[in-house]
């Protein structure tokens, strides 16, 4: 299908991302499918920092085709890995009436569906908590195959939620219960609820805010 019609469906609809790259001052947009990063001795190069118990993983794998980023914990219960842009602060900001539209995707997947919390989305720097890429599909996934999350928030007070392009449902922010007006970055976290190793793979994600909108 033609690329605009890509990038016009799932958490993306309605936004033209193909234009924001064109126009830096209309939208804030980063991306990656991890063909450019390097990880060395399980600690990564190229825009982000790592954190994770002992015996925590990351390691990159061929997709055939592209790269997709394993991250892992070790076989003890309760220990967890963390990713996230190498950044003292994020670069997205959702703020309730803003108007200003946020959209992110992730395709990912986790095998392991049993006793394994995921957080997949945008966080506070050092945070892996706030707006969540999750759904009450992730228990049929374990099916080793990749699926695509995401959500938008239409610069007022609700997020649609998506999964592999299409809406399952909506929720409306209110500001005690997330990061209203805090500063977000791409962030991904993995951590088993059992003495059994847990792997969260992500083979891409995209992120973008329309700044101009009102305008």
Known sequence: MPQSQFYHKGAFR?????????????????????????????????????????????????????????????????????LGRQTAVG?????????????????????????????VGLAEAGLDQDLIVDSENMSEDADDAFH???????????????YDYKQIGESTLVAAEF???????????VKTGEAVEKDLTVWSWQAAQLLLESD
């Not at 990061?179 to 791409?186: K, M, V």
């Open 148 to 162: 695509t999350y995401g959500f938008q928030f239409d610069g007022a007070k609700t997020l649609y939620w998506f």
């Open 14 to 82: 309605g936004i033209d991302l193909p234009m924001l790259l064109m126009s830096p001052r209309n939208a804030i947009v980063d991306f990656d499918n991890f063909t450019q990063l390097q990880v060395t001795d399980g600690n990564t190069l190229g825009g982000y920092i790592s954190t994770a118990d002992a015996g925590g993983t990351l390691i990159q794998e061929f997709q055939d085709p592209g790269i997709a980023l394993q991250i892992g914990t070790d076989g003890d219960d309760n220990d967890g890995s963390f």
């Open 91 to 119: 670069a997205f900001d959702v703020s309730l009436n803003s108007n200003r539209r946020v959209a992110f995707e992730s395709r990912f997947k986790v095998v392991q569906g049993a006793e394994v919390a995921i957080f």
């Open 179 to 189: 990061a209203d007006g805090q500063a977000l970055t791409p962030t991904f976290a």
